[in-house]
């Protein structure tokens, strides 16, 4: 399946803003966009995501509530807990790209990969190769949980966001990372 054609009106990347008022987005025609639910007295982070068109807005609950989890201290205490297939743990990794947590995520690209081979498997609600910011979501398991259990798919968006930091699977495995950003993160 190739990656679906990236137009300037359809996407953005980068970490657009820091707003000063709760609940003001800045977004652009045709971009998703999420407004993080810091402290009180505490400015928003605004994120813009990028989220393939077959997935629509479907998707958007997950990534909020993931970046809203992100915006925690102890959530972001995962990236010690983890390191790279190199050794190199993971918050150095995010370091050495200059944005935190919550901002990287909305670096990940999030693509439909129901016709990839990863889906085929129902237990798989997400796939990426440890370093590739490319997210791959398996909608119908990934929805049906999503209505299920918001918070356990935000889990699932941190998890894979995890691996485009570099951390590998095997060891550990995909349950004990879940099972780490769990305990870490909430449920």
């Known amino acids: 399946m190739g990656a679906p054609t990236r ?3 359809d996407t953005v ?4 803003a820091l707003a000063v008022l709760a609940g003001h987005a ?3 025609a045709g971009t998703e966009t999420t407004d993080s639910l810091p402290a ?3 400015p928003t982070l605004t ?15 997950s990534l909020d509530e993931a970046a809203r989890r992100l915006s925690d201290s102890r959530c972001q205490a ?12 993971l918050d150095e990794n995010l370091h050495a790209i200059g944005q935190s947590m919550p901002a990287y995520l909305g670096l990940v690209l999030f693509y439909d990969g129901s016709a990839t081979e990863p889906c085929a498997n129902e237990r798989v ?5 440890p370093g590739s910011r490319a997210v791959h979501v398996c909608w119908s398991q990934f929805s049906h949980w999503q209505r299920a259990s918001p918070g356990y798919t935000a889990n ?6 995890l691996h485009t930091l570099g951390l590998g699977e095997g060891p550990p495995t995909s349950r004990q990372i879940t099972a780490k950003v769990i305990e870490r993160c909430g449920n």
């Open 26 to 28: 800045a977004a652009a």
């Open 78 to 89: 995962l990236l010690t807990d983890f390191a790279d297939g190199s050794g190199r743990r």
């Open 40 to 42: 009180a007295g505490q």
């Open 7 to 9: 137009r300037p009106a």
């Open 125 to 129: 609600l997400a796939w990426t190769s």
């Open 13 to 16: 990347y980068r970490f657009l």
């Open 156 to 161: 699932i968006v941190i998890h894979e966001a």
């Open 47 to 61: 994120i813009s995501f990028f989220v393939d068109r077959k997935l629509g807005a479907g998707m958007q609950e």
